[in-house]
């Protein structure tokens, strides 16, 4: 349980910080003298920032870093075969699959498509007779499924070759 | 010295076609390019790595760079960014205990005293979530002001503020606490 206000907290960080002025130092100063509490809990943050401020060392890289770097200057950046530009074609040529297949749809080209297939039973013998199976089509389902799997093709696309490298490029080199 | 109008001068060189005016800028923000990349990974290596790789690609793309900020806290973003999808592919990596090399030393008592404190406060620093703890330590790097923190992390100046001062609040709550329980196993 915390001794000391929520108020009381950041004043305290704002003295070691040194971010008050003298007027208010003094209040505080009067504060930590007239209270165990306040002065124990300044020492518990001035612990954490001669802590912080011992670990706060910039680490050199290894020597030969810069050269490092200026030799993969020519080595350009590992870039996706699924690029900008064809990820843009073959985003568009699924939409326009999925619009064609759409309108013939809805124009009935489909409706009378349907069928049976007629799978026999692969032995044949005299004594026991296997029923053969037999798997309906319906033409119009198969293209709504191609067209459904088309879209989720032009979704994917979408965020991978378009949305995602430029979001990326805005969090990586813009403000 | 390089002054910021120096600096530009060099940007400008290097859009022009200069290549080697490149090394004059990395040699000199290759420290704390590096420094932030080994805060997030913790590992030299890896730091190293992703510190080279955020210089290449800021090289590759000096023309986003719109002179709008300082080309430092441009630059330490693109590393901040390099550093963490370097973080989200990491996998940990297993040490044998073979291979590990133990030093003896004259000095052992101070220095296991040194890492105990060490020790403590990076147990408390495991307490506070990534940014919080990258937040706090940008800051006492005192290279960067809290405008530039918030601007390296991609984050709003009073959510950095706030950030960094619970954070310390956080941390001596964890190390009171830790430091206790140490007390009372003595």
Redesign the interface.
Known sequence: M?MVSQEM??QL?RYLDGELNATESKVIERKIMMSSDVST?LE??R???S???N??R?????KN??Q???N??D???ARSTASFRNGLLILIGSILVSVIALVLLSAGVFDSTTTQFVVGSPLKNNWFAFPSLRIPFNGKMFVNGIVFLNLALAFVLLDRTVLKPLFQ?R????? | MITTEDEYALIDKILAGDRQAYAVLVDKYKNYAFTIALKILERRPEAEEAAQDAFVKAFHHMRSFNRQAKFSTWLYRIVFNTAISYKRKKRPVFQSIENSIVEYSEHADQKMERDDKQLFVAKAMNCLNEADRLSIQLFYLQEFSLDEVAEILGQNLNTIKVRVHRARQRLADELTKILKQEALTL
Do not use: I, N, Q
């Not at chain 1, 910039?58 to 290894?62: G, L």
């Not at chain 1, 969090?171 to 403000?175: C, D, L, N, Q, S």
């Open positions: 915390k907290e950041d960080l809990r518990e943050l612990l954490v920032r802590f912080l401020m670990r706060a910039v680490e050199a890289p290894s870093f810069t490092k770097v200026m993969d200057l080595v350009l950046p490029k969090t990586f080199f813009e403000y």
